[in-house]
Nanobody, 129 residues
Framework: QVQLVESGGGSVQAGGSLRLSCAAS????????MGWFRQAPGKEREGVAA???????IYADSVKGRFTISKDNAKNTLYLQMNSLKPEDTAMYYCAAGRCWSGGGSWYATLHKTQYNYWGQGTQVTVSS
């Protein structure tokens, strides 16, 4: 049974930092693509960052230069380091896992929700101005 458990959310002031973690179990962690998504009240869930099985990353324009996604295959753990946080980053953050998509002779991760079929329960991030 696949399980994704997020932690590390909290409340910070604008300009602050948080690091989210996602502990994964129940599947071959290293061969999957993984991503972080977020959903603010009344808004659609959106992709924030994703990483493929080789460690290549992709980011939403809104977080480029501020957020860093990484993973530790030995610990089966995904991370999201969030710096220079803004009030508009306030949302529930979700960890997700899914098969990498193939194309052009390589495997890759995207920020499309449809790529991911395993989801965590979410961790709240609140940024005050």
């Amino acid at each position: 049974q696949v399980q994704l458990v997020e932690s590390g959310g909290g409340s910070v002031q604008a300009g602050g930092s948080l690091r989210l973690s996602c502990a994964a179990s129940g599947y071959t962690y290293s061969s999957y693509c993984m991503g972080w998504f977020r959903q603010a009240p009344g808004k659609e869930r959106e992709g924030v960052a994703a990483i493929d099985s080789d460690g290549s990353t992709i980011y939403a324009d809104s977080v480029k230069g501020r957020f860093t996604i990484s993973k530790d295959n030995a610990k089966n753990t995904l991370y999201l380091q969030m710096n220079s946080l803004k009030p508009e980053d306030t949302a529930m953050y979700y960890c997700a896992a899914g098969r990498c998509w193939s194309g052009g002779g390589s495997w890759y991760a995207t920020l499309h929700k449809t790529q991911y079929n395993y989801w965590g329960q979410g961790t709240q991030v609140t940024v005050s101005s």
